[in-house]
């Protein structure tokens, strides 16, 4: 299983990125997806997932900002974030839902969000 993400960027507050995420390895039309983020030291934290149906679900800090989708055709799944903060700041990594074991996680793509 691979996960490449792409995306990120220095943005300023208020503003907007796209985080992509290309799955190799799965059935990823079969497979719930999330977005985690990992800030340095800590574990991966759920941001947003969505079902093989489509149906997203978020985290609070997330809910009205973030958007997540899947195009099973691409094998990607994306992360519309907007309205960034500081707080926003961290790696983010696509996986499954739940995530698949430990050596499973990409490189991710770091976000950061100037104030």
């Known amino acids: 299983v691979q996960f490449v993400e792409s995306g990120g960027a220095l943005v300023q507050a208020g503003g907007s990125l796209r985080l992509s995420c290309v799955a190799s390895?799965?059935?990823?039309?079969?497979?719930?997806m999330g977005w985690y983020r990992q800030d340095r030291g800590k574990y991966h934290e759920l941001v947003a997932q969505?079902?093989?149906?489509?149906?997203?679900t978020y985290v609070d800090s997330a809910k009205g900002r973030f958007t997540i989708s899947r195009d099973d055709a691409k094998n990607t799944v994306y992360l519309q974030m907007d309205g960034l903060k500081p707080e926003d700041t961290s790696v983010y990594h696509c996986?499954?839902?739940?995530?698949?074991?430990?050596?499973?996680w990409g490189q991710g793509t770091q976000v950061t969000v100037s104030s």
């Open positions: 996986n499954i839902f739940p995530p698949a074991g430990p050596t499973s």
């Open positions: 390895g799965i059935d990823f039309s079969m497979r719930p």
């Open positions: 969505i079902t093989i149906n489509g149906a997203p």
